[in-house]
């Protein structure tokens, strides 16, 4: 897959982001190398602007989100609106807190 400069810009600041679970819930960031998550319901077309940073672990690991499946790991983890979509709202949240410490 091609992606754009501007796309690869976009993954690259979310991956410099660290793993949200982790950052969420107190564990090692950055201790495993970042994998980024596509967030789509079903099998559809995946955006490279829908994505969240998962560590290993979190993403396909025993307590992650395709290791656990996703609604138990929703149900775990409770992000926004407990939807996968929440993920996306924790990785803005983040990103803004990074870039906010560039901008002062």
Not at 16 to 29: L, N, P
Not at 42 to 52: D, E, K, N, T, Y
Request: charge should be neutral.
């Amino acid at each position: 897959m091609i992606r754009t400069d501007t796309e690869q810009c976009w993954m690259d600041a979310v991956r410099a982001v660290g793993c949200i679970m982790c950052r969420r819930f107190g564990q090692s960031i950055g201790a495993n190398k970042i994998e980024l998550h596509h967030v789509a319901e079903g099998s559809g077309m995946r955006s490279q602007f829908a994505i969240a940073p998962l560590c290993s672990e979190h993403h396909r690991g025993s307590a992650g989100l395709h290791g656990l499946g996703v609604k138990r790991f929703i149900a775990l983890y409770r992000p926004h609106g407990d939807t996968e979509y929440g993920l996306l709202v924790w990785t803005n949240e983040d990103l803004a807190g990074q870039w906010r410490k560039y901008d002062h």
